[in-house]
């Protein structure tokens, strides 16, 4: 198994059909290499694959990614996308041990998201989970601020001062994605 880092425009054609299939977002299904090159150019790429190529798991780094939390605005990567071709192999368990060490090695500050039901999985991974707070975060759906989908924050790589205000998000304690204009 090889561990790989890419910045999305050195992705090959086949490597963007292979992330595609592997993500199954059926609006991205059959995007092609240029739309998929403009729509993750603010991304990075980490995989795992065998010694033929094929990828055995997949997770992006987003450093598109604002919150406004307390008036303030914060920029973070955010870990986005993470699967695996096979599930109990280890692949999603060694690329996140990878990606890890990649984020603190780089000092990358760097959170993620997921359902109360991947909690144990990320929880096997030794991830720091603020559990319940992601609903705190608010995103601006046409024109109308709603509730994240998600539960929890994982913390890949964070500085004590923003975890701690991560960690006071609340029903009373918004923060808001900012997105471009």
Not at 24 to 50: C, G, V
Request: hydrophobic share 40%.
């Amino acid at each position: 198994m090889k561990h790989q880092i890419k910045q999305t425009k050195a992705l090959t054609k086949n490597e963007i059909e292979q992330i595609l299939q592997l993500w199954e977002i059926p609006a991205w299904k059959n995007m092609n290499a240029h739309d998929f090159h403009h729509f993750f150019k603010d991304s990075e790429f980490h995989f795992l694959t065998d010694t033929h190529e094929h990828l055995l798991a997949v997770i992006r780094l987003n450093f598109d990614f604002t919150l406004e939390i307390m008036g303030k605005k914060l920029a973070f990567a955010e870990a986005v996308g993470l699967v695996a071709a096979q599930k109990k192999k280890g692949y999603g368990n060694r690329l996140v041990q990878h990606f890890t060490e990649y984020v603190i090695k780089r000092n990358i500050e760097t959170i993620g998201f997921c359902h109360h039901e991947l909690r144990p999985f990320y929880e096997k991974c030794e991830i720091e989970i603020l559990y319940d707070k992601a609903k705190a975060i608010k995103e601006n759906v046409d024109s109308e601020w709603i509730n994240a989908e998600d539960d929890d924050i994982l913390i890949f790589n964070v500085s004590e001062e923003r975890k701690k205000l991560l960690n006071q998000l609340s029903a009373q304690n918004n923060a808001y994605l900012m997105t471009k204009e």
